[in-house]
C-alpha cells in the first residue's frame, strides 16, 4: 500500500496568512493527488485534484502543485470559512489511501 | 444538483450485522464508480471499497475484505455496504462517494461528491 504523510499535524494561522501543507507518498503517484477540506460534523470536499486542477467553485486562493513523491496545498491569504482539516488521498493504485491530515486551527 | 444520502447506520454488537445504504440522485448513476469511505471518531479518512457502474469490477480495503459487500441497484441508484462480523474497530461514520470521472478510477480521479454519512457504532 502507498503511504502519505502530511505536514504538519497541526498549524496555527491567522485570517490573511500564507498557509503550506505538504504531502509525501512512499513511492512515485506521478500526479495522480487529490486535496480535501473537512470541517467538524461535515464530510470532506474536494479541492484539488491531479496535484494542480481546482475542482469547479473552489476559490482561487487555494492551489496546489508537485507530482512524484512530493506535493503542497498552499492556501494564500486565509479566510475564516479556510479553518478546517485538510487532507491529501493518491489516485495512483488501490487501496487509496489518505495522509493523517492537518488542522488549520487559529 | 448531484446529492448522494447515506443510511442504514446505528448500534449493533460485536459480531453482528448491519446493511448500509446510499441513494443518488442529480446525475447517471449508472456511469460513474462509486466508494465507501469510512472515519473511525477522531480518526482520518479510510477509503472502503468501490464498485463500477456496471456491477463488473470491484475493489475492497484488505482490513474488509471477507466481511464487507458492497453492492448497487442501478435502477434504484442505490448503493450499499453490506458488513458482517463487525469489530470494535469499524466504529465510524460510512461516507458514500462518486470516483469524479465517467466510467474510470484511473488518471485523475477524486470523489467529488460526498454524502452526509452514516454513523455506525460498533458496542456490547
Known amino acids: 500500500d502507498i503511504q502519505m504523510t502530511q505536514s504538519p499535524s497541526s498549524v496555527f494561522a491567522s485570517v490573511g496568512d500564507r498557509v503550506t501543507i505538504t504531502c509525501r507518498a512512499s513511492q512515485d503517484i506521478s500526479s495522480w493527488l487529490a486535496w480535501y477540506q473537512q470541517k467538524p460534523g461535515k464530510a470532506p470536499k474536494l479541492l484539488i485534484y491531479d496535484a494542480s486542477t481546482l475542482q469547479s467553485g473552489v476559490p482561487s486562493r487555494f492551489s496546489g502543485s508537485g507530482s512524484g513523491t512530493d506535493f503542497t496545498l498552499t492556501i494564500t491569504s486565509l479566510q475564516p470559512e479556510d479553518f478546517a482539516t485538510y487532507y491529501c488521498q493518491q489516485a495512483n493504485s488501490f487501496p487509496r489511501t489518505f495522509g493523517q491530515g492537518t488542522k488549520v486551527e487559529i | 444538483e448531484a446529492q448522494l444520502v447515506e443510511s442504514g447506520g446505528g448500534l449493533v454488537q460485536p459480531g453482528g450485522s448491519l446493511r448500509l445504504s446510499c441513494a443518488a440522485s442529480?446525475?447517471?448513476?449508472?456511469?460513474?464508480?462509486m466508494s465507501w469511505v469510512r472515519q473511525a471518531p477522531g480518526k482520518g479518512l479510510e477509503w472502503v471499497a468501490n464498485?463500477?457502474?456496471?456491477?463488473?469490477?470491484?475493489y475492497s480495503a484488505d482490513s474488509v475484505k471477507g466481511r464487507f459487500t458492497i453492492s448497487r441497484d442501478n435502477a434504484k441508484n442505490s448503493l450499499y455496504l453490506q458488513i458482517n462480523s463487525l469489530r470494535a474497530e469499524d466504529t465510524a461514520v460510512y461516507y458514500c462517494?462518486?470516483?469524479?470521472?465517467?466510467?474510470?478510477?484511473?488518471?485523475?480521479?477524486?470523489?467529488?461528491?460526498w454524502g452526509l454519512g452514516t454513523m455506525v457504532t460498533v458496542s456490547s
Open positions: 442529480g446525475f447517471t448513476f449508472s456511469s460513474f464508480w
Open positions: 464498485l463500477k457502474g456496471d456491477r463488473s469490477d470491484m
Open positions: 462517494a462518486r470516483h469524479r470521472i465517467v466510467g474510470s478510477i484511473w488518471g485523475a480521479d477524486a470523489f467529488d461528491i
